[in-house]
């Protein structure tokens, strides 16, 4: 066969001895490292062919509802961590929905329910850390969320001899 042509029809190909050893769970250990989106994304990715997987998450997240409860709090923002909670849960669960959910009217307009949840098993559990692994309990994770701090962090930056602060300014 060359490069190209397909085997005829109930003919089967050899295993990839790779591809294999990646989609089993004696797989590599796979650490995936940064924030928003597309950490979370990389996350759902990595799934497949990780035999360990681990998010490393950025805590500066400082707009929407991070952005609203972290200065009130002393904990890590817990937007970017959320979403890597629900990349990380496997089933289409209720807990999952529930930490998913984002509220569209009252005082609460605009509050993940999620980042609400981390705020009060941060509360209930003592640690930003001990609340995070009742997340992953609740949710039934995968791998591990490890927040890149375990305090307030704030982006900042000179631009043209000015700070400028925060993720959102």
Do not use: K
Request: net charge negative; glycine share 12%; charged share 20%.
């Amino acid at each position: 066969m060359t490069a190209g042509d397909f085997p005829p029809l109930g003919v089967e190909l050899e295993p990839d001895p790779l591809m294999q050893a990646l989609s089993s769970s004696e797989g590599p250990s796979v650490v995936a490292v940064g924030g928003g989106h597309g950490l979370a994304q990389a996350v759902v990715a990595c799934q497949r062919y990780a035999g360990a997987l681990s998010a490393l998450v950025t805590v500066a997240d400082d707009g929407g509802s991070s952005g609203r409860l972290v200065p009130d709090l002393d904990m890590p923002a817990p937007g970017d961590i959320r979403r890597c909670l629900i990349a990380m849960s496997p089933e289409p669960t209720t807990w999952r929905r529930l930490f998913d959910f984002r509220f569209d009217s009252s005082d609460v307009a605009g509050h993940s329910l999620g980042n609400l949840l981390l705020v009060a098993l941060h509360q209930i559990e003592g640690s930003f850390e001990d609340g995070l692994l009742a997340a992953e309990r609740l949710l039934g994770t995968v791998g591990s969320v490890i927040p890149a701090a375990l305090e307030r962090v704030r982006l900042e930056a000179v631009v043209d001899g000015s700070v400028v602060e925060g993720q959102v300014n």
